[in-house]
């Protein structure tokens, strides 16, 4: 059936390091998103990107559609930057967001 | 602008008790999206609204659980005979139309003791 895999589950990093976060999906997508949950449960959207990258500041993603993986580079890390990180697909014929299991990310001072 | 709004924040009830969540989305958007999230999990998708009408109710966990929309905007789900099981926090998005970026709401804590 469609799956979202996310890798790894969890990260910690010290301050400053850089990480990269993978987002595996099973089938064709009409949309990829990644977002981050912060500590008080709220989610943010980081990116919206079905295919091809972008970059936000410290971060960016690339979405591999045809390879069927999108990956989320954070580069400098900070404290803040903590948190679950979540990729949800929308997969092609279909009108539900299956989200990944998140990777939660602890960056240490 | 204003953002996705959800109420309450936070809701405490007895088992076999019904409930009531809103969701506010962003003035214009048209899509909007019921999710569920237990502690320390994922998001478990529940229902997809177009307007008002709901092509994808797939994900609601039981015929205790509806949810409608009314004038394209608000959106309520409704849980009735509350179980424990129900305990999670309920979380909302929208989005301009189908397939584009969602917004969350803060969601709503639901616990039912």
């Known amino acids: 059936g469609i799956q979202v895999e996310q890798s790894p589950p969890d990260l910690i990093l010290q301050e400053g390091a850089n990480s990269t976060l993978r987002c595996n999906f099973s089938d064709s997508v009409n949309n990829l998103q990644w977002f981050h949950q912060n500590p008080w449960g709220q989610l943010i959207n980081l990116f919206y990107i079905p295919s091809g990258t972008k970059q936000n500041g410290r971060l960016s993603a690339t979405t591999v559609a045809t390879e069927r993986y999108s990956l989320l580079y954070i580069s400098s890390s900070q404290t803040t930057d903590s948190g679950v990180y979540f990729c949800?697909?929308?997969?092609?014929?279909?009108?539900?967001?299956?989200f990944g299991t998140g990777t939660r990310l602890k960056v240490l001072a | 602008g204003a953002g996705v709004s959800q109420s309450p924040s936070n809701k405490v009830t007895e088992k076999g008790k019904d409930v009531e969540l809103r969701c506010d989305p962003i003035s214009g958007h048209t899509a909007l999206y019921w999710y569920r999230q237990s502690l320390g999990q994922g998001l478990e998708f529940l229902i997809y609204?177009?307007?008002?009408?709901?092509?994808?109710k797939s994900g609601l966990p039981s015929d205790r659980f509806s949810a409608e929309r009314t004038g394209g905007s608000v959106s309520t789900l409704t849980i009735q005979r509350t179980q424990q099981e129900d305990s999670a926090v309920y979380l909302c998005?929208?989005?301009?139309?189908?397939?584009?970026?969602?917004?969350f709401g803060p969601g709503t804590r639901l616990t039912v003791l």
């Open positions: 998005a929208s989005s301009l139309g189908f397939a584009d970026t969602q917004y």
């Open positions: 949800a697909a929308l997969f092609s014929g279909t009108y539900k967001y299956i």
């Open positions: 609204f177009q307007g008002n009408s709901a092509p994808d």
